[in-house]
């Protein structure tokens, strides 16, 4: 078995984690990630204090286990932040901080609320940041992620993020969706792996069905970096673009940016009706180039045991049948 240093940090089994993603965070996709041994996660920046409390409660009535709660930074709503902290989460991940915003007063509260911290980045430059403010564990997110990414290839990135915070420990976070992946990112340097496209395909994720097929038939080339997502819906996110589907809505603005500004609200409407839909030519679906190692829906807790068992015998027997005697 497969322990590294947030297996203690975090008492979890499994260097694995599950991304918090707020628009497709569901209680039974966390529980199932934490109670098969993982690190389960749930996107809090979307939800009044009222549902983050409903939602900690549906999750803690299915595992008893750790999990964390995701809040971005730049869009944080001080009532619903509160309301998490009360909560006393295992785990605060963070992302997404404008340049302007003081870490430390997050990172602070939430240590004093008995929680471990960690901070997601795409560039060096932001996860000495958060190291410096006291993150606990850093996620260093390469830009073949799903949603919103940095520049950066994860290649690159991972060892960079290693030097540069060492000791604190590093997750991976870009492109990871198998046993390969988490090995890779073991010898990289990192401490394990956090996962957003690969359980966006579960069986517990809260996807329409046909954006969970649209994953297994993708091959990985059909995804697009732009603000498209985040010009229809009114973001201006720090320092990001969205990988996403490129499908009818994302072409039909390519290149016509202004033009979606001027129709924004109803290019908006559209694209929410669409979601709810399941249309997906026409509704938004953020996912990585990992999609194309995607093959199937499965229980979330068996991905993560999945993962677990082909990264073990990767490092067991594949790798080490290569050293000469
Ligand atoms: C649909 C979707 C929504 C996401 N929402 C969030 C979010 O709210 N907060 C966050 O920290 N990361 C979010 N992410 C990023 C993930 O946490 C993670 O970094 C990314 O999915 C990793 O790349 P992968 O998709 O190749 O596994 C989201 C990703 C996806 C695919």
């Given at each position: 078995?497969?322990?590294?240093?947030?297996?203690?940090?975090?008492?979890?089994?499994?260097?694995?984690a599950l991304g918090g993603m707020g628009s497709a965070s569901s209680p039974a996709l966390t529980a199932a990630v934490s109670r098969a041994g993982g690190l389960?996660?749930?996107?809090?920046?979307?939800?009044?204090?009222?549902?983050?409390?409903?939602r900690t409660a549906a999750t803690r009535k299915e595992t008893n286990k750790p999990f964390g709660l995701n809040f971005l930074l730049f869009d944080t709503r001080?009532?619903?932040?509160?309301?998490?902290?009360?909560?006393?989460?295992?785990?605060?991940?963070?992302?997404?901080?404008?340049?302007?915003?003081?870490?430390?007063?997050?990172?602070?509260?939430?240590?004093?609320?008995?929680?471990?911290?960690?901070?997601?980045?795409?560039?060096?430059?932001?996860?000495?940041?958060?190291?410096?403010?006291?993150?606990?564990?850093?996620?260093?997110?390469?830009?073949?992620?799903?949603?919103?990414?940095?520049?950066?290839?994860?290649?690159?990135?991972?060892?960079?993020?290693?030097?540069?915070?060492?000791?604190?420990?590093?997750?991976?976070?870009?492109?990871?969706?198998?046993?390969?992946?988490?090995?890779?990112?073991?010898?990289?340097?990192?401490?394990?792996?956090?996962?957003?496209?690969?359980?966006?395909?579960?069986?517990?994720?809260?996807?329409h069905q046909n954006f969970k097929r649209a994953i297994v038939d993708s091959d990985g080339h059909d995804t697009q970096l732009s603000e498209i997502p985040d010009?229809?819906?009114?973001?201006?996110?720090?320092?990001?673009?969205?990988?996403?589907?490129?499908?009818?809505?994302?072409?039909?603005?390519?290149?016509?940016?202004?033009?979606?500004?001027?129709?924004?609200?109803?290019?908006?409407?559209?694209?929410?009706?669409?979601?709810?839909?399941?249309?997906?030519?026409?509704?938004?679906?953020?996912?990585?180039?990992?999609?194309?190692?995607?093959?199937?829906?499965?229980?979330?807790?068996?991905?993560?045991?999945?993962?677990?068992?082909?990264?073990?015998?990767?490092?067991?027997?594949?790798?080490?049948?290569?050293?000469?005697?």
């Amino acid at each position: 078995m497969i322990r590294t240093t947030v297996c203690d940090l975090f008492d979890i089994e499994h260097p694995i984690a599950l991304g918090g993603m707020g628009s497709a965070s569901s209680p039974a996709l966390t529980a199932a990630v934490s109670r098969a041994g993982g690190l389960g996660a749930m996107g809090c920046h979307y939800l009044t204090p009222e549902q983050i409390r409903e939602r900690t409660a549906a999750t803690r009535k299915e595992t008893n286990k750790p999990f964390g709660l995701n809040f971005l930074l730049f869009d944080t709503r001080e009532d619903s932040f509160a309301a998490a902290l009360d909560l006393r989460p295992a785990v605060m991940q963070f992302a997404w901080a404008r340049a302007d915003q003081d870490l430390k007063s997050y990172f602070d509260r939430a240590h004093e609320a008995g929680c471990k911290i960690t901070y997601m980045a795409g560039a060096v430059p932001e996860t000495v940041r958060a190291a410096k403010a006291g993150a606990d564990v850093i996620i260093a997110q390469g830009s073949e992620g799903g949603g919103h990414v940095g520049w950066m290839g994860s290649l690159p990135l991972i060892p960079m993020v290693v030097d540069a915070v060492g000791p604190i420990p590093v997750l991976a976070a870009g492109g990871f969706a198998d046993g390969r992946g988490l090995a890779a990112a073991l010898a990289l340097g990192a401490q394990g792996i956090l996962l957003g496209t690969r359980f966006l395909a579960s069986v517990e994720s809260p996807l329409h069905q046909n954006f969970k097929r649209a994953i297994v038939d993708s091959d990985g080339h059909d995804t697009q970096l732009s603000e498209i997502p985040d010009i229809a819906a009114g973001l201006v996110w720090p320092g990001a673009m969205t990988r996403s589907r490129r499908n009818k809505f994302v072409e039909r603005w390519s290149g016509r940016e202004w033009a979606l500004r001027q129709n924004r609200a109803e290019a908006n409407a559209r694209l929410r009706a669409a979601r709810e839909a399941g249309d997906i030519d026409e509704g938004p679906l953020s996912m990585g180039q990992d999609a194309g190692l995607i093959r199937d829906i499965p229980p979330a807790a068996e991905l993560v045991r999945r993962i677990a068992r082909e990264a073990e015998d990767i490092l067991a027997r594949k790798l080490p049948s290569l050293l000469a005697s």
